[in-house]
């Protein structure tokens, strides 16, 4: 019997007992203690933003900053269709209506060549999307919001460590999100981060975090929040994962030009580009997608992985095919073909950091395997 291969497993061997043993000690433990402050500005000056406001997850980091922004009723939010559900249900949950663009072949971000025809006098926002190791083309999509005052929010959940022509993900736009979840390079279990430069913003996602309570009248409410607080054991494990952000980055970069150096022999696969004029690969997941000509599809590879105790998660499926959007009337009829190859013939495999190489020469063996 062979040891199964999870997708992820994180490394949780650096600080974190010790911060945690802290928030035992002293009795910390809330959203009050102090490491929640510390981790804020400690995330925030990382990715060179003025604010930051630590959330339960990267979900609702999305929810507050649209919120924040005022987006609502009847206003055009442009995304990519290509990402996770987060993006979409924020959107729609605001009031406001999702308009989608296809990706890019290669880099799997949203083809920012689209955007500019999908612009309306009801767009309020564009919701740039990083996803799997490269960044958006940004350049081009902040000289559309400034031409067409549109306001930008980066959704850099899986971005942590990775920049733009050398300058932080995360910094980007009005308003940018990330998430904790433990197979973020920065993993707090569950959370979120909202980062931005303007203090008014700030100061709206912190009361939206804290259910508006008013600091005068506390019980007497204005508007409507939610309780998106974040605990002081969650920013004690986010400080001692955030010290290693650099190695982390470093060890998911080995992992992926591992990989790739083991699989660029396979002809039936399309592996991640390492590189483009604007940022090096930082691979926070190994995506691997099947050429056409295989005569099987993502669904199918996993089982097959799977049966030789292979963790994998299928790619992202797309927001303009989701069946909750239909259902409202949504995104219906649209068609953007490479999303959805992508979302048919792409997987990923095992990409968490405490993988070692060993690990990763048995997946590419079993990778292999599966066309043979
Ligand atoms: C691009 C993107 N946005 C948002 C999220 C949501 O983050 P969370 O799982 O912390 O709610 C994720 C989660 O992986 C993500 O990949």
Redesign the pocket.
Known sequence: MMEFIPVNQPLLNGKEKQYLNECIDTGWISSEGPFVKQFEEEFAARVGRKHGIAVC??????DAAIAALGIGEGDEVILPTF??I??GAAIVRAGAIPVVVDCHPHTWNMDVSQLEAKITPKTKAIMV???YGLPVDLAPVLELAHKYRLKVIE?A??MHGQTYNGKPCGSFGEIS?F???P??HVTTG???MIVTDDETLAEHCRSLRNLCFQPQQRFIHEELGWNLRFTNLQAAVGLAQLERLDEFVTRKRCMGQYYTELLSGVPELELPVPLTDYAENIY?VYGVVLKDDVQFDAAEAMKKLRQQDIGTRPFFWCMHEQPVFHKMGLLQNESCPVAERLARRGLYLPSGLALTDEQIERVAEVVKAIFK
């Not at 997850?57 to 999305?62: E, H, Q, R, W």
């Open positions: 997850n990267g979900s609702m980091a999305i990402t996770i987060s993006c999307v990083h996803i959704d959940a899986e999100t998430s904790f979840y197979n973020k569950e959370g979120g926070w």
